[in-house]
C-alpha cells in the first residue's frame, strides 16, 4: 500500500498510548470525568444535563475507538467498514 492509501491508518497520538504505557492514566482520567459528567446528569438542571450526557456518549465512541486499535495493533483488524 502506498503512503496516500495508509495515512488514516496512522493514529500516531493514540498508538502512544498504547506504546508509552499510558493508557492506564488515560482511562483513569476518562473514568474521573465520566463519573463527574454522571453527577451533572443527575443534578445538574436539563441543559446541562444533555450536554454532559452528549459528553458521555463521546467518552463511549472514544473508548469504542481504543478497543478496535488495540485490537488493530495486535493484528487483529477487522474490516473498519463494519463499525
Known sequence: MSQSQTYWRSFPSVERLYSDGQL???LARC???CQALDTIIRQGDEREAERA???MTAYGHTLQLLDHLAGVLAG???NIATH
Open 76 to 78: 487483529n483488524e477487522e
Open 31 to 33: 473514568e474521573q470525568s
Open 53 to 55: 450526557r452528549a459528553a
Open 24 to 26: 492506564p492514566n488515560f
